[in-house]
């Protein structure tokens, strides 16, 4: 045992917990932190609103299924996570935001920033303390980093009052703080749920975000392929079978679901994604076997339901299938229904014309860059079109917002993919909309030396509020923006690479420039308004 400063103590925690980056704005509240921080070797991303910082450290949570950390000073600072906060409690991710607070000897006497952060963020988190002492430092920063990533995993907070920051603590040596395995199955589910897979004629499978937090993907692959199922990916499940894969359906979701007899839903809930569960999507009469941490959001009586953790089920699955009964043209008609959605996916990846159509911009993106390069999408119709038609090889190589769809994410989430993989290729794929709530952090990537590409598809419009604005009322109020806004030039400006892009044609040789220029760049492609993205998705 041995003293150390409060910020010393707290940085050795986060190093035993994989040593993740701190995302941060420098505030006074957490000097202290940042002391400890490059004591413990810690490294310091600066950014330029304390949003972004959230985002980015979601980013790294999702992108090494380890903790990530976001530190930011008091009231406004903590009060600028509340998104990034909200977005990793839907998407699981094990999010640790460090607040500073008011110095305790004066709460109460209208301290600078003085704000009580517990009942703002409690909704939001598994756990919100304040640190009170020194001598509790290693035990509550342990904690949190625990809860964060004991499943469900999902976000934790963490305050700490300036006056206990200058306070001097006791540190034992601890033991690498990762994450938490889940419970085995229950057998009797296994048993059942193994009883439905090897009576279905038309068996299918969902994979969604729990497949990575468990790191599953393999046992996902094993399970489909004994099961000959089609396979509907969605969230952080996508790349788990490449789309070249016999079994991947992802583009005949339609078919695959709502002609399936056994419907296998893994680590995915039945939000707006997938229909809720209900048809036509989901049919009246097949049954639902659930494989997933608990029972969030699985609003339909299941046949079997395998809680706990997530590999361990799918292996169990895997493991104890026997002989199966199948309808010998089931996975022949998926596979050709999945073929003429790529044809019809193509068709429109063609689209001829200036302004450009978006899905063309993505398909001519998808071209221009690297197998493995991380793509990450921000906005709304264009990151739909993205998602349509970008499909990845393997996991890890997509990120957006999720279900909770907060606009300016990207932007944290490509500084975190960068950080993380600096000689991968980072393709930011953002709405004109999007740009501009987080657009100023392309100061930060020049300042760390981080050459992201931003692709904007600008069409000088709020897309995905103004046709289904004009379908349903007959009029758009409040949905257009400034058609031809060069966002090129202020990229320039800041010191970065710029180009602005009219033609399909141009797309291609922009995107390469903007890669070889070693530079953060933007691409900022004008698209046309009038390109409805064909969406079937209920949204609410």
């Known amino acids: 045992m041995a003293d150390a400063a409060t910020g010393s103590i707290i940085a050795q925690v986060l190093a035993r917990a994989g040593a993740p980056p701190l995302f941060t704005l420098n505030g006074g509240h957490i000097w202290a932190l940042y002391a400890g921080a490059l004591e413990q070797g810690l490294r310091l991303i600066d950014v330029r609103h304390e949003q972004t910082a959230g985002f980015a450290a979601e980013g790294w949570a999702r992108l090494t299924r380890g903790v990530g950390v976001a530190a930011v000073t008091a009231g406004p600072g903590v009060t600028n996570t509340i998104s990034p906060l909200a977005q990793a409690r839907q998407n699981d991710s094990p999010l640790l935001v460090i607040g500073g607070r008011a110095p305790m000897a004066r709460w109460g006497m209208g301290s600078l920033q003085e704000l009580d952060q517990l009942p703002i963020v409690s909704s939001l988190t598994k756990s919100a303390r304040t640190l009170e002492s020194a001598e509790r430092a290693q035990e509550l920063a342990e904690e949190a980093v625990r809860m964060a990533l004991t499943p469900r995993t999902g976000p934790t907070f963490l305050d700490?009052?300036?006056?206990?920051?200058?306070?001097?603590?006791?540190?034992?040596?601890?033991?690498?703080?990762?994450?938490?395995?889940?419970?085995?199955?229950?057998?009797?589910?296994?048993?059942?749920?193994l009883a439905l897979l090897s009576g279905a004629a038309r068996p299918a499978l969902v994979a969604g975000n729990g497949v990575w937090w468990s790191?599953?993907?393999?046992?996902?692959?094993?399970?489909?392929e004994a099961l000959d199922a089609p396979v509907v990916l969605n969230g952080m499940a996508r790349g788990m079978l490449p789309p070249h894969h016999r079994l991947f359906a992802s583009r005949a979701r339609s078919r695959a679901l709502g002609g399936a007899d056994v419907i296998l839903v893994a680590g995915a809930e039945l939000d707006f994604r997938l229909g809720f569960g209900q048809p036509p999507l989901f049919p009246e009469d097949a049954q639902v076997i659930y494989v997933d941490t608990d029972d969030r959001h699985k609003h339909r009586r299941p046949g079997a339901a395998l809680y706990g953790d997530v590999r361990l089920a799918l292996r169990a699955l895997a493991d104890g299938l026997g002989t199966t009964r199948r309808d010998p043209e089931w996975s022949a008609g998926i596979a050709a229904a999945?073929?003429?959605?790529?044809?019809?996916?193509?068709?429109?990846?063609?689209?001829?014309?200036?302004?450009?159509?978006?899905?063309?911009?993505?398909?001519?993106?998808?071209?221009?860059?690297?197998?493995?390069?991380?793509?990450v999408g921000d906005g709304g119709d264009f990151v739909s079109f993205a998602g349509r038609l970008l499909h990845r090889s393997r996991p890890g190589l997509w990120l957006d917002p999720g279900p909770y769809g907060c606009l300016g994410a990207g932007p944290g989430y490509a500084l975190a993919a960068k950080v993380l993989h600096p000689d991968r290729q980072v393709i930011l794929l953002s709405g004109d909309g999007a740009f501009g709530f987080a657009g100023m952090e392309f100061d930060t990537f020049l300042r760390h030396r981080l050459p992201v590409v931003c692709v904007i598809g600008n069409d000088g419009i709020w897309a995905l509020e103004k046709h289904p604005m004009e379908d349903m009322m007959g009029t758009s109020i409040v949905t257009d923006l400034r058609p031809g806004t060069r966002y090129d030039e202020v990229v320039?400006?800041?010191?970065?690479?710029?180009?602005?892009?009219?033609?399909?044609?141009?797309?291609?040789?922009?995107?390469?420039?903007?890669?070889?220029?070693?530079?953060?760049?933007?691409?900022?492609?004008?698209?046309?308004?009038?390109?409805?993205?064909?969406?079937?998705?209920q949204l609410a």
Not at 340 to 349: F, G, I, M, S, T
């Open 492 to 537: 320039r400006a800041l010191g970065g690479h710029g180009e602005l892009v009219r033609t399909a044609e141009e797309i291609g040789p922009a995107v390469r420039r903007a890669l070889d220029s070693g530079l953060p760049a933007c691409v900022n492609v004008l698209c046309d308004p009038d390109a409805r993205y064909p969406r079937s998705a």
């Open 215 to 224: 790191g599953a993907e393999q046992e996902l692959r094993r399970l489909a």
């Open 160 to 193: 700490v009052p300036l006056d206990v920051f200058l306070s001097v603590g006791d540190v034992e040596t601890g033991a690498d703080l990762g994450p938490a395995p889940g419970a085995a199955p229950d057998p009797s589910e296994v048993e059942r749920a």
């Open 338 to 375: 999945a073929a003429q959605a790529a044809e019809r996916d193509a068709a429109l990846a063609a689209s001829a014309g200036s302004p450009v159509h978006p899905a063309r911009l993505v398909a001519e993106v998808g071209r221009a860059v690297a197998d493995d390069a991380i793509l």
